[in-house]
Each structure stands twice: as C-alpha cells, then as structure tokens.
C-alpha cells in the first residue's frame, strides 16, 4: 500500500505553519504542527516531492487540458461533447483567434503554475531541513535528498515547458512569493535558460536513477532518462522558434543539444520499444506503463481505500450513448487519411462508429457515434478507450488508463530530427525512423484483441521484415524530415504533441488555413494566421497583476 500511495501520486495534505505572532490567548492551535516539527516527522520530503506531481493528477486541469491544446486545437482532433456549446473554448481555440478570457488557457495557466508553486516550496524546504528529514525512524540519506531535489526540479522544468508552446513568454518564478507580490513575462530566451539549468542539475545529480532501473514500484516517477527527453524536446522547439526569427539563437547549436540530449537515452538508457503497439493501449495498462518504453507517465488505478480514482480523460473522451462517455475528443477524418492503409496503428488510435467490442459479459457493444457533436467525424480515440472487461463494474471513470507523457519511440524519431538538422548521415537518420515503423508494420498486432469488429482492422496482414525492407521502409534518398513529420502524426497521435509541433515547423497558419478550406467543420482554422500564436495570457492574470504583466503583442 506504501508504494502504491507514491506510484499512484495520492494527495497529500501538508501542514505547515509559519512562525508568527501568537494569538490574542497565546495559545498554540491544538492539531496543528509548526514548520519546524513537520519536518522532523517521517517521510515530510517525501511527502513535498509526492505533492509536486499533484496538478499531474488532475484529470481535467491536466490530462483533458493537454490533449484539447495538443490535439483539438489544431487539425488531428475536435473537441466533441453533446453540442457545439458543450467545449466553446475548445472550439474558440480551434478557430484560431482565441480571447483572453478562454478557460481552456486560463486552466492551463492555473494548473501548470500551482505545480511550479509546489516545486519552489518543495526545493525550498527541503533545502533549509537538509538536517532534519527523518524517514523509517533514521536519517534520510544524503542520497535520497539530492534524488528528492533532482526530481522536483525536472517537475518545474515539465510544468514550465508546457507553458511556453502555448504562451510563449510568462513569468518566471523559482522561489516562493508573497500573495503581493507580481512579476513580468520573462523573455523565452530567459525561461529556455532556467529549463536548461534545472533539467542539468537533475542529469548532474549522481542519485537520480536511470528509467531502466526503476523498480516496478516506483515507475512514474521523475527520472534521468525523463530530463533527457525533456530537454531535447524543447530543444527542438526552441531551434524551430529561432528558424523562424521568434527568439533570438543559433538554431544550429540548439538541434545539437537536441542530438546530444536524445543520444543519451538512445545510446546509454538501455530502453527499448514494445514489440506490439497494442500493449501500449489495449485497455488494461498492465504492461505498456511498466515496459522500457515508457520512460515518464502518470500511473493511475480505482483504488477507493485510499480514496483514489480513474482518470477524468477515460470517461470525457469515450463515445456517449451506450459506450457511457461524454463524447469529448473525436479524431478529425484528415487525421484518419494521414495513416498508410497497412498501419494498424490507425486501428490502435481511432474507433469508428460502428465498431464492436465485447461487454464484460460476453455479449456485444456497438459503438454509436451519432446524435451528438460528432456527426461530422463519427470517430473516437481508441488511446482513451478501456473496454468493459477491464474496468470495475463496468465503470469507465474506475480503471487503470494512464497518459504516457514520455515514450521511447518519441526519442527516437526526436533523435532521428535532430540528427538530419545537424548534418549526420542519412543512414542514421533512417535507422530511427525505420526502428518505429517496423514496430508498428511488423511485430504489432493486426487485431485488436477486446473487440469484435473494427473498421480500420478490415484488410490488415502480416508484413514480413523482408516485406517491410522493401516496400514500407524509409529509403536514405527519401525526404526525411517529410518522413519525420508523418512518422510523428501518427506514431504520437492525440497524445497531445501536434500543436507543438506545428508551431516549431512554423506550419501551424498553413496547416490551419487548409485544413479550414477542406473541411470548414465548426469554422476550424477560420482565424489562424501568422499572429494566432503564441496563444493569449489570461486576461485574469492581467488584471491581478495591476498593469505588471502585459498581454503578447499580437493579441
């Protein structure tokens, strides 16, 4: 139960008072502790890191926020619902030109600055009780401590990045601030530097373990394979900004950090891809969360003796009517049409209405996608889905579903970039592209085991590796950064990384404008333009701050 409380994020609730004036009886409050006193209970370090995953855990201020700015924003899903006044900020985000006032940002803002918050007190604290910190009945080691800060500030890292490929430019706080107290955006070359800094200071610290040797009880914690990953991931971003005259930088250094952060999970993290895709989604989460592939996710389960529950993603984003959702995220049909007609990842990533799956009954549950805000796509996220039989009581809010934030197949083709923009061999370059695509062609499953029938499983055959060398494989005269971005769509697909990397290819107009004239659904795309992004700061913020914080220039 003891590891099942961290590897499962359960909320803590921190006590802790600062030293002031007594009261007007000068009497201590009874069942309260002093600051000093709680940290020289057991395990109050472990307790302040465990709480800095928190905001992580929210489903709907995090894992439906991510994946509505990441995926139904842009062109891979739409934000569904029972009616088009169901998720208006989803949709007014999706058009483009959202206000200040949108809530799907104000969410985002709250969410990732509660977690920022949680890692200053946590860094803060553990540093000014060093000597102190008890656990088990002894001395906390020094070890354990350094390990403590390390994964904190790769928690402040995590929360900051998400904030900058929405917003750009925000303010930058590292220790905690009186409620007075406001601050201005940081420059985004001032927030890639402290990134830089605490994702180092994590990689630096010798007792911040390799993702491979996470024992199974503590995977889903922070990591030093995680840092890396993390790192060359906003490296590429900031080396597309700098393409693209939106920060100052030499883009051709920053794709070399991007190689040389993504090399070290390649070469050195002893990490590897699932065989089948399907482990990764097939609905009980038993084995892709604790496989080599999964470097970083939020593990979850339906745990009511410690009061813990389901993601809010599994039940916002399944079908209505009889499948039990509330019909949120409905894969795009330009989504459908970028998959290759032998990719049974297209069956593992999207349900068609009239799907089939067995109840946990034996009997039949046909997928009904109409009467509701998805008439036009008739789709659904198969990555969302859990079938009957492995949740409780059929209960789609009580199962083990998970979002995967770092997977190994994303270093790969993250390396496979960063290798073609620094000028290495095309032979390289393929051989990572080639590494996920022959996962998904030739050793993934071309049945999806819980269902019955699947539209996108009509026609899927095995491919054979001599098969696949010939016909499917990404040849080293191909273009390979086109390669990279299809491998990308559809590898990565609604887990909430196309508007990041729309905006770091600078393609985030075009691809809007076009997908508008072509489709025109709910006026996606109507407003995007060059100055659509960076999205607006919450107008909140603004008025809070007294004139301190100002709004980006193109809003």
């Avoid at 906003?234 to 950090?257: D, V």
């Avoid at 009954?361 to 009467?371: A, D, F, I, P, T």
């Amino acid at each position: 139960m003891k590891n099942y409380k961290f590897l499962l994020g359960v909320g803590i609730l921190i006590v802790a008072l600062s030293a002031c004036t007594k009261s007007f009886l000068e009497r201590e409050p009874k069942g309260a502790l002093s600051e000093k006193d709680y940290f020289q209970t057991d395990n109050a370090a472990m307790k302040l890191v465990a709480n800095c995953y928190g905001p992580m855990l929210d489903g709907w201020g995090y894992t439906v926020n991510k994946v509505a700015l990441g995926d139904e924003s842009v062109d891979n899903a739409d934000g569904g619902g029972s009616d088009p006044g169901d998720r208006p900020q989803t949709i007014e985000v999706g058009r483009g030109r959202p206000l200040a006032s949108n809530s799907l940002l104000q969410e985002m803002w709250n969410n990732r600055y509660s977690g920022i918050g949680k890692c200053n007190l946590a860094i803060e604290n553990i540093l000014s009780n060093w000597e102190n910190l008890i656990a088990g009945g002894g001395k906390v080691s020094e070890e354990t401590k350094a390990r403590y800060i390390a994964e904190v500030k790769f928690l402040r890292a995590w929360y900051y990045f998400d904030l900058i490929w929405v917003f750009k430019e925000v303010p930058l706080v590292v220790s905690t601030l009186k409620p007075d107290i406001r601050l201005p955006k940081s420059t985004v070359e001032e927030l890639r530097t402290q990134i830089y800094k605490d994702l180092d200071e994590a990689i630096n610290t010798a007792s911040f373990p390799r993702s491979s040797t996470l024992p199974k009880a503590e995977k889903g914690r922070a990591n030093k394979d995680a840092a890396y990953a993390l790192k060359a991931r906003a490296a590429l971003f900031f080396a597309g900004l700098m393409e693209s005259s939106k920060m100052t930088g030499n883009s051709g250094e920053e794709y070399g950090i991007a190689k040389t952060s993504a090399e070290q999970v390649v070469k050195t993290g002893n990490l590897s891809l699932l065989p089948d895709f399907q482990d990764l989604y097939r609905g009980d989460y038993k084995v892709g969360p604790y496989s080599q592939e999964s470097i970083f996710s939020v593990l979850r389960a339906y745990i009511p003796a410690i009061g813990f529950g389901g993601d809010a993603f599994a039940i916002m984003n399944v079908g209505r009517n009889n499948v039990g959702g509330y019909g949120g995220n409905t894969p795009t049909r330009d989504l459908a049409l970028a998959f290759e007609n032998r990719d049974p990842r297209k069956m593992f990533t999207i349900i068609s209405d009239g799907d089939v799956f067995s109840t946990s009954s034996g009997g039949q549950e046909v997928h009904n996608y109409r009467g509701y805000y998805n008439d036009f796509n008739l789709q659904h996220s198969r990555k969302a889905f859990v079938p009957q039989q492995y949740r409780i009581q059929n209960d789609l809010s009580r199962s083990n579903w998970g979002p995967y934030w770092i997977r190994y197949s994303e270093v790969l083709l993250v390396y496979a970039e960063a290798l073609l923009k620094t000028n290495a061999s095309n032979v390289d370059v393929v051989k990572y592209i080639n590494e996920v695509r022959k996962r998904a062609f030739v050793t993934t499953s071309k049945i999806d085991q819980p269902a019955i029938s699947r539209k996108f499983g009509q026609g899927l055959a095995a491919v054979s590796e001599a098969e696949f060398n010939a016909t499917l494989a990404v040849k080293i005269t191909d273009n390979l950064l086109k390669a990279i971005k299809q491998e990308r769509r559809v590898e990565l697909a609604l887990e909430g990384f196309r508007l990041y990397d729309l905006v770091r290819w600078n393609e985030y107009a075009s691809t809007m404008s076009t997908f508008y004239t072509k489709y025109g659904f709910a006026d996606k795309g109507v407003n995007a333009g060059e100055n659509s992004w960076p999205f607006p700061i919450p107008q909140t913020e603004i008025d809070r701050s007294n004139g301190v914080l100002v709004q980006n220039s193109n809003y």
